[in-house]
């Protein structure tokens, strides 16, 4: 198992539970990939990029009780940053006051919301048609231009016209409902003690079921024999300094040989993995498609301030003056105490990976925040920072563009044996721990499958047989 994130992880524990030996390589030296945690002083443990569950990731229900972590059950809020102003957006009732748009815009907009969760099943018609064109003959123009228009820019930047409405299909459907309970007040679901507690379990059942999950150890290269068998060259402790790219990496150890190798890691890193007779193996026409999948990198500040920054859980910014996307105050989620009394404020960007922003320090990426935290909250002042971090996710967003099904990898190779599992493999849902849960139990039964050996059922996907 390549990358011990949420997918890996759960990849290994299923395949050692079902008697096989799995071993787990890791660059970072920690786990959990995406949503691996820092301490932030005294044992305190926080996602280095905000991170939450929703009450209908069921795949992340089901582990979590099969494993024994406990989740728990915050009330969140919701609002949206606009025209210089905070507007509370967690229920429907909300939409109605969203003073920025036409009182028939709202109502345009919620019937819209409303109809894609009622009656839109199936997501085929919308994978051809973008967002926009589906928002503005839909929802109004007036939705594209105050709510999605800036929403999507802030995500996808200049391809924001371009995301595919099964794209927001998916949010709209899955994630949350308007009916029932859930319309009156919105809750989200974290881990107690952090998503940590999930991934220190998941390693210690893998070890106990006789895997190995070594961390600060990252693959170098994989290569396969004519037998067919793999090996992968482990590369050092510190190897991460070196950046991402495994070719950067120097060898460390002798390389072990595996009947299978699943890469759990994004895809351009797969690639690299490769050693050049692999790569002739795999082709073009899969790599030609995993190239064809664009990642925005996901920029993220975390601050622990002395007090509250403002009311809201999570703050979409749709003023694009702004600088960033996204405030997420984690401790309007789960409760200052739990944290020793620290107020956790995530300042979140979506960019695409050569941008400038990229390149700063973080006091220069505190500075150029700054007008823009004061334009939310206009006392704020840079001494409520206590302690800051800024973290980089190169593979932080993949880009769903039009027909996208038509180009996303399959987990099978086309070398036996050979596995690709990532976030751009999970459509047409988006990114999330959920789907990287359900994803890793398809690739292994895929696995087990292929190599004619008992696979345990899964979910289906479009209907569609996992394993050739
Ligand atoms: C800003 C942000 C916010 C998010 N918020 C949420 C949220 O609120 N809720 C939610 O459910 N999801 C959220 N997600 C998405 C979620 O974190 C991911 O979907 C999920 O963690 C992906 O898991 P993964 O195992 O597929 O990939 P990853 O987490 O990317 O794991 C890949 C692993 O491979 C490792 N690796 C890389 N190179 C090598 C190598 N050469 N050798 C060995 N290992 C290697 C990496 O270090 C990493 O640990 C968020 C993501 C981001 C970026």
New binding site residues.
Partial sequence: M???????LVAAYRLTKLGHEADV????PGLG???ATIDIGDGYLVER?????FTSDRDMADLCAEIGVELETWPSSVSIFRNGELHPFTTPLDLLRFKPMSLLGRIRMGVGALYLQKFANDVTPYEPMTIRHWVEKVMGKQAWEHVWGPLLYGKFRDQADDISMSWLWAKLRNRRQVTGEEAKEERLVYPKGSFESIFVRLRDLIEQQGGRVMIDR??KEVSRDADGKFWVTPAGPDSFRRG?D?RNFEAAGEPERYDAVIA???SD?FEQ?LSPELAAEVGEDYLGRTRSIEYFA?L?LLCVMDRQFHPFYWTNVADTDLGFIGLIEHTNLVPPEHYGGRHILYV?NYLPRDHELLGLSMDELIEYYEPGLRKVNPEFHRSWIQQSWMFR?P??QPVVLPNYRERMPAYQTGVPGLMLA??TQVYPDD??????VREAEEVVATLLREQGLTAPPVRERFGVPLAA
Avoid: F, K, V
């Avoid at 390589?25 to 970072?28: A, G, K, L, T």
């Avoid at 990029?49 to 569950?53: F, G, M, T």
């Avoid at 990114?431 to 990287?436: C, I, K, L, S, W």
């Fill in positions: 390549l990358g011990a994130g949420q997918a890996g390589y890791e660059r970072w990939g995406q949503a990029y905000y991170h939450h569950l990252p693959a991402h495994p759990a890691l994004p890193i993995l996901a993220c979140a996710e593979a932080g990532n976030t990114r999330g721990t959920n789907y990287a």
